[in-house]
Nanobody, 118 residues
């Protein structure tokens, strides 16, 4: 089964920015609804933001105004711009395809670690 590949994480100071990238296979990219998730240390996985080729973008409340999700049709990637990062944004960030059931459909990839710390 396909996995998506996440990249772009790192260590950043509070208030800093990062741009995460999710590489999507060509046969999935055109019609797939892609969501970013994150798993903070010791906590459950949670939705962050998603994008559909038809319906646009969707953000959880904590992400609104700080995080921005976009599609790059040339690179076939779904990017997540993280701005004004806070220590509570520290997590492993993953991307996945959202199925009709509202659940992720692919095996999880390696994720990319985002650490926000002074």
């Amino acid at each position: 089964q396909a996995q998506l590949v996440e990249s772009g994480g790192g260590l950043v100071l509070p208030g800093g920015s990062l741009r995460l990238s999710c590489e999507v296979p060509a046969y999935i990219f055109t019609e797939a609804i892609i969501y970013w998730y994150r798993q903070p240390p010791g906590k459950d996985m949670e939705l962050v933001a998603g994008i559909s080729p038809t319906y646009g973008t969707d953000y959880k409340d904590f992400a609104k105004g700080r995080f921005f999700v976009s599609r790059d049709n040339i690179r076939r990637s779904v990017d997540l711009q993280l701005n004004d990062l806070k220590p509570e944004d520290t997590a492993v960030y993953y991307c996945n395809v959202l199925g009709n059931s509202g659940q992720p459909t692919l095996d999880w990839g390696q994720g990319t670690q985002v650490t926000v710390s002074a």
